[in-house]
Each structure stands twice: as structure tokens, then as C-alpha cells.
């Protein structure tokens, strides 16, 4: 959770800082709300008491970056190094810049899986869309085509949690 001045202060350092901006646009290209990721990890940073918004008010498409930051929050090499970076923009940009790099590092060794979360996430998407007649006929049709994806990108979640985000990195 986060306020104006926070969006304020790191859009600036975005503006500023070149090696964010490179990451960021190399990050763009595999995962789409990688943007939205780095603003997320810098919040989580900087703020004093980062405070997570409840699960349940997360849209689908941004539940993995959720995850990544839950998992932030609770690991105790993460909160040793926001020791350093509450409250001070360069040492949460030192901060993000190093999480960045290992994250982008992460995606790209993983791009099928991602590949494959991106897909569910757009059969999700499509059946919460407007509610037309003709749609309405196709969610019917595609309730089990949702109900599948529902329960794979579910999956994904969680070996995502164990498998990648546990690893010898960030341990």
C-alpha cells in the first residue's frame, strides 16, 4: 500500500536512474507487469512499514507480483536490507537494482512457465469480460476452459513460490 508521494518519488528516480530504465525495458519484454514489479519491490524498500493489500483485492493479473513482494516482506535477508533502505531513495534504488537483476535473471530462465502463466492469465481475463449476449454464450461454453485455467495458474503460483523464489538466491 502506497500514496502519491511514494509514485512521485519513484517516478523520479525512474526518470533519473538509467540502470533501472534498461532493466525495467529488458524486463517488459518477458513479463508485462514487470514495470509494475520494480515500483512494488522500491515501495517495499523505502517505506517504513510496508503494508500488504489483502490478497483478495489483487487482480489475477498481478497476483504473482504479489507473491513476489509477500515473499519479500517475509524473508529475513529482505528485511535485513531494508535496515539500510527505509526512507532513503538511493539506498532503495541500490536495493531494487540488485533485486532487479536477479529477478530478471529468474524470468528468463523460466520464460515457458511464463509463457504458460500469461496464457491462463488471458483465458481468466476473457471470462470476466463485458457481459454482452454472445459472450455470455461463450462463458458458458468456456467455463470449463476457465475453471481449468483457474486451477493451473493456481499451481503455477505455488511452484513458482517453492521452486523459483526459494532457490539458493534468495535463501
Do not use: C, W
Not at 493479473?61 to 535477508?77: M, P, Q, T
Not at 530462465?109 to 449476449?133: A, M, P, R, V, W
Amino acid at each position: 500500500e502506497y500514496d502519491d508521494y511514494d509514485r512521485y518519488v519513484y517516478s523520479n528516480i525512474l526518470k533519473r536512474i538509467n540502470n533501472i530504465k534498461k532493466i525495467e525495458q529488458e524486463g517488459l519484454r518477458i513479463y508485462s507487469n514487470f514495470s509494475e514489479l520494480l515500483e512494488d519491490i522500491f515501495k517495499s524498500l523505502y517505506k517504513f512499514y510496508p503494508i500488504l493489500i489483502p490478497e483478495k483485492m489483487i487482480k489475477f493479473d498481478y497476483l504473482l507480483n504479489y507473491d513476489i513482494v509477500k515473499y519479500f516482506l517475509e524473508d529475513s535477508n529482505f528485511n535485513k536490507l531494508r535496515e539500510f533502505t527505509k526512507g532513503s531513495e538511493i539506498n532503495s534504488i541500490i536495493g531494487l537494482e540488485y533485486i532487479s537483476k536477479d529477478l530478471l535473471n529468474i524470468l528468463k530462465q523460466n520464460l515457458e512457465t511464463l509463457k504458460e502463466y500469461k496464457q491462463n492469465i488471458d483465458i481468466i481475463n476473457s471470462f470476466h469480460g463485458d457481459d454482452n449476449e454472445n459472450n455470455n454464450v461463450d462463458k458458458i461454453i468456456n467455463k470449463f476452459e476457465y475453471e481449468e485455467a483457474v486451477k493451473i495458474y493456481n499451481e503455477f503460483r505455488e511452484n513458482f513460490k517453492k521452486n523459483i523464489l526459494k532457490s539458493e538466491k534468495y535463501n
